[in-house]
């Protein structure tokens, strides 16, 4: 369903609510009642809220990983080291320079990966919204465990 045609209920606080990506976990609680009042009430913002919040976890666990797979590459190269006589010259390639370049652009890419990880980590309320989920989830449990334990009882 597309909220591109809906109106928001509040044009002002819309477009202030537009101007911080949807994100009010910044602001003191008195301020932030009102604004959660409005997605509340208005359709368009709330969708908009949870495509931001959505887009911030999607780029952490993308850098994360891109930062996990150049971690993968570099401990893979290593593990190769002691074999890359072997491996590299049976593609006639030139070894020392070819195993250096891999391992920089390894290095590279791992740094590179590293920071985007903590730029989004700072620029977005991803840490926020994540540790959210997972105290969410944790109550869930709690309140589901004292059932699954009378169930065994009662079997
Ligand atoms: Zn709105």
Redesign the pocket.
Known sequence: MSTARIQ???RV??AILASWRYDISGISPEMRRDYES?FAE?V??SARQKFHRSLDVTLAVLTSLAALFFLFALAVLKHIGPLEHMAFNVFGLDVEDTYHMLISAGVAGLIFSVIALALVLMATPAPTYLSDIAAERAKLLEERLPAAIKSLRSR
């Open positions: 928001c209920t509040d606080v819309g409005h208005c368009r913002c």
